[in-house]
């Protein structure tokens, strides 16, 4: 049984008509996969369904062998904006989560400096040691979706949701965090469902690649991406994963033009 | 900025002060308008040290009316600020109301007020409510109510419930807009007082003020004037002083 199950999911929010439609998809657990398509075309939809904040109007989605019925608690989310709390520091944002989570939240006193180990920890590994005291106003804009990165992390969570998180970051601090968020997910493995516009991202990163038509969204297109781990920055000059991107590019195009 | 600059500015507001009252006298002498018309500036501080005791007296009875509406205010708007802030549907039920309310001149509410209240000090107090707890309403609420959706779903997906997202992230996060608006409010009750008190009271620095004036002592209405505006810019530098160490984050660009 997949970990995450979407048989025929459509959703629309109103009478205009299904934001995504008739989606059915697999996705294993520690599974990393990317969907990419044209603006607007439902990606952040299936986030919304896949973690339980919204329901489907039509068909079933089921993580982990349950249907969905409401927030799921095992997922993690992080956005293009940060979204910081600017008057919490670097640690207490990230402990964020933990002040709210059960079973976290009835422990969050007692427990508390094994928690902001924890934070510590995944700061270490984000690159962020020595700026725990730092607020979040003092912090680029890399370190900021850092910080939203180990955020979305401190829980635990078995699926983590990313929803175009290094769009609005410079190319090099976004190939810089593409390794991060690799090597997070080389070491703990978790699911992914990254949404991304960037064909390069989708394919340095995942395992699978979606492809989403327009509105309403649908899925027209999965691609395995059978490049070796673990990835090398370096890899994304090499001949296959040019021509793969390009394919990709193609398909994305062709969309577009329809 | 240098050192120099800082101290130009820092002096420059006193330089003004100084300036105008050098204008007001040289203008009240040029032009030799009688002083039951409009006093000069030395016939105004005259009056301030002549009735020290009295002008004393009744500052102090505004000052303690005007904080204790203020007080009310505060807990008031805060209270209401945060209901109809974390709800938009009340949002939308009330802030039609509370705008129509706004719009009211509190003056007409002082007669109301002294058939339910009698005159003296319960009618000034609550003028002062009145007229000062809508900008905290709005400030709060709108604080509440302008929180970024995709921060409400990262909490949401945490099982967060509507509390929690309220109390950890909507409340800190409106407190800016609490501080700002305290500023406003502070000064708007001290209108509300003396509103008040030149029409129901007698006592405070608008009772002193209608007092003087219906004898013609214009040089003591000034000095109670100065006394007021003197009394609400000195609890507006308090209310800036505290909003600047409450909400520090909010204000990184000036440092």
Known sequence: MAFVDFDR??????????????????????????????SGCGKSTFMKLCTGL???????????????????????????NANLLPWRTTLDNVLLPLEIVKPYRHEFRRRREEFVGWARDLLRTVGLEGYEDQYPWQLSGGMQQR?????????????????????????????????????????????????????????????????????????IERRQIDLPRPRELATTYEAPFIELVQALRAQIGEIRSA | MTNKEKWRERLAPWVAVVVLVLIWEAAVRLFDVPSFIFPSASATAQALVTFAGPIGMHSWQTLWTTMAGFALGVVVGLGLGFIIGSSRFLYHACY????????????????????????????????????????????????????EPELEDVLRVLGARRMDVLLKVGLPRSL???????????????????????????????????????????SLVFAGLIVISAMAMVMYELFALLEKRMTAWAHRGQR
Not at chain 2, 113 to 125: D, N, T
Not at chain 2, 128 to 147: E, R
Not at chain 2, 178 to 187: C, P, R, Y
């Open chain 1, 9 to 38: 999911v459509s959703l629309a929010y109103d009478d205009s008509g299904n934001a995504i439609e008739d989606i059915t998809l697999k996705i294993e657990e520690g599974e990393f996969v990317a969907f990419v398509g044209p």
């Open chain 1, 54 to 80: 919204h329901g489907p109007t039509g068909g079933q989605v089921r993580v982990d062998d349950e249907p969905v019925g409401g927030p799921l608690k095992i997922s993690g989310m992080a956005f293009q």
């Open chain 1, 147 to 219: 910080a939203s990165i180990c955020r979305a992390l401190i829980h635990r969570p078995r699926l983590l949701m990313l929803d175009e998180p290094f769009a609005a970051l410079d190319a090099f601090t976004r190939e810089e965090l593409w390794c991060v968020l690799r090597d997070l997910w080389e070491a703990q493995r978790f699911t992914v469902v990254l949404v991304t516009h960037d064909l390069r991202e989708a394919a340095f990163l995942a395992d699978t690649v979606y492809v989403m038509s327009r509105r309403p969204g649908r899925i």
């Open chain 2, 96 to 147: 039609p109301l509370l705008v129509g309310f706004n719009a009211i001149p509190k003056v007409a509410f002082v007669p109301i007020l002294v058939v339910w209240f009698g005159i003296g000090s319960v009618p000034a107090i609550l003028t002062a409510f009145l007229i000062c707890f809508f900008p905290i309403v709005v400030n709060v609420a709108t604080g509440l109510a302008t929180l």
């Open chain 2, 176 to 218: 800016p807009y609490f501080f700002a608006s305290l500023k406003v409010a502070i000064t708007l009750a001290f209108v509300g007082t003396v509103v008040s008190e030149t029409v129901a009271s007698n006592q405070g620095i608008g009772y002193l003020m209608m007092s003087a004036g219906s004898q013609m002592r214009m």
